[in-house]
Each structure stands twice: as structure tokens, then as C-alpha cells.
């Protein structure tokens, strides 16, 4: 599609970004969101996210939890603002993330830094992770043991933040934290919920750089997101 055939924030960011080829992540095959660990029994200070996370990040260690941690060389916790009450979850660690130990600062982090200024908001407006918090060998899709040994971590930064709506970036997000089979084609464009919370799925930032069709679907869930924050539509 030519860049004169669609006018909005989204595609022109996406177009000055340019279209390099990545891997597209699939969905995981199962679920795989197992119990929380004995860590997740730990006491969380209410109304302090800061220190809340500041405590999870100490409980999570040098975490040996599952294979990936055996390859990995920085965890990627998360970053951002915990009392933002916007939360945007991918899949996991590339290998930018896994050199920095920054969530989302490869080229699909700078993408989606992109869109999310497309809809007026930063990454001081919101709070970014993972669903694994190492990055699986060669960029691959985590195990669903991986899910379920890194599962704590992720229900507990959701505990700390609650967060007012959770994004879910990719089809293993929206799999994991809504522990369905389902295509994220079927799960993207309304609202679900997640314990309470308001979910929206929408595509990676990477499927966008490899499938520049996709950028209309995420335009349209980002408009979404941008009226259910302005109160001008409601959640799940």
C-alpha cells in the first residue's frame, strides 16, 4: 500500500519508521498460566506501586526459575509509570531488551513509541512488560512452562499497579493473560476482562513492521484505547 492511500498518525509512523523484515511471534499453544510461586504470597504495600514493584524486583533476584535463565543476560521487570493505570504487556525480550534490560527499545519498541505518541501518550503515561521476563533463544515463542514459571512475576506487577486497562501486544499476551486458545483476529477490536480489568489485544509492533496491512486493525484499537482513557467509551 502506498503511503498517499491512508492520512492518519498511525500509518505515517509507520511509514517514517520504514519496514524492516522481523519475525512475526505466533500464538503460544497453550495457555500456560500456571499458579504463582510461594513468592507471590509476599506482602504488596497497597497504594505504593513504586515500592511494591521496588519489593517484587528484589523477590525475583537473579531468577533461575526456568530455562531462560540460563541463557539470558539481563531480566526485563518493566518499566515506566506504575500509577499510570495503563499497562501494555508483550511477549518477551529480544535481543535489544536482552542487552539493556529495557523492555521494548528495539526497532518494535521504537515503533511502538510511535503510535503510542500517535495517540498522544508516552512511556511516562504508562507502564510496559512482558509476559517472560528473558528473552527465549534465537527470539523464539516461549514454552508454556516458561509462561507458567514467569506467570508470578507479571500477576503481581498487575497487583501492585492496578492497573485501569491492560493492552495485550501480540497474540501470546492476549493468550496468557486471558488464558484462551482463541486468534488474537477474533479477540482484537472490543474489550474483555481480566479479573475485573478492562483488556484490549491488539497486534505486536513487530507483525506491524513485517505486515504493514495490520496497521490499520491497531489504528482502530488505539483509538479505542485513546476514547476509553478520555471516558468517551466504556470497558469490558
Known amino acids: 500500500m502506498r503511503r498517499t492511500e491512508l492520512h492518519d498518525p498511525l500509518w505515517n509512523a509507520i511509514a517514517s519508521f ?12 497453550t495457555p500456560g498460566v500456571g499458579p504463582p510461586g510461594p513468592e507471590a504470597s ?19 533476584g ?21 500509577s499510570s493505570g495503563v499497562l501494555f504487556v508483550g511477549e518477551g525480550p529480544g535481543a535489544t531488551e536482552d542487552e539493556t534490560g529495557r523492555p521494548f527499545v528495539g526497532k518494535a519498541g521504537q515503533l511502538l513509541d510511535r503510535i503510542l505518541g500517535a495517540i498522544d501518550m508516552d512511556r511516562t503515561g504508562c507502564y510496559i512488560a512482558n509476559v517472560v521476563k528473558c ?8 514454552a508454556a512452562d516458561e509462561v507458567g ?6 500477576e503481581r506487577q498487575i497487583e501492585a499497579m492496578r492497573p485501569r486497562v491492560i493492552v495485550a501486544l501480540g497474540a501470546s499476551a492476549a493468550s496468557a493473560l486471558l ?45 479505542k ?12
Not at 504495600?45 to 524486583?57: F, I, K, N
Not at 526459575?65 to 506504575?82: A, M, T, W, Y
Not at 484462551?180 to 477490536?189: I, P, V
Open 149 to 154: 514459571a514467569c506467570a508470578w512475576i507479571l
Open 225 to 236: 484505547l485513546r476514547a476509553f482513557l478520555d471516558g468517551r467509551a466504556e470497558g469490558a
Open 62 to 82: 537473579d531468577c533461575h526459575r526456568c530455562r531462560l535463565g540460563d541463557s539470558r543476560k539481563h531480566i526485563v521487570f518493566g518499566e515506566g509509570n506504575p
Open 135 to 142: 528473552r527465549p533463544p534465537g527470539n523464539r515463542v516461549p
Open 42 to 60: 509476599a506482602a504488596v504495600p497497597l497504594g505504593d506501586p513504586e515500592a511494591a514493584l521496588s519489593q517484587l524486583l528484589h523477590d525475583v
Open 18 to 29: 520504514g519496514l524492516d523484515s522481523l519475525n512475526i511471534r505466533t500464538r503460544l499453544g
Open 179 to 223: 488464558e484462551t486458545r482463541r486468534g488474537l483476529a477474533s479477540l482484537r477490536g472490543s474489550f474483555h476482562s481480566r479479573g475485573g480489568v478492562p483488556l484490549l489485544a491488539t497486534y505486536h509492533p513487530a507483525a506491524l513492521l513485517r505486515t504493514p496491512a495490520l496497521k490499520r486493525p491497531v489504528w482502530e484499537d488505539m483509538k
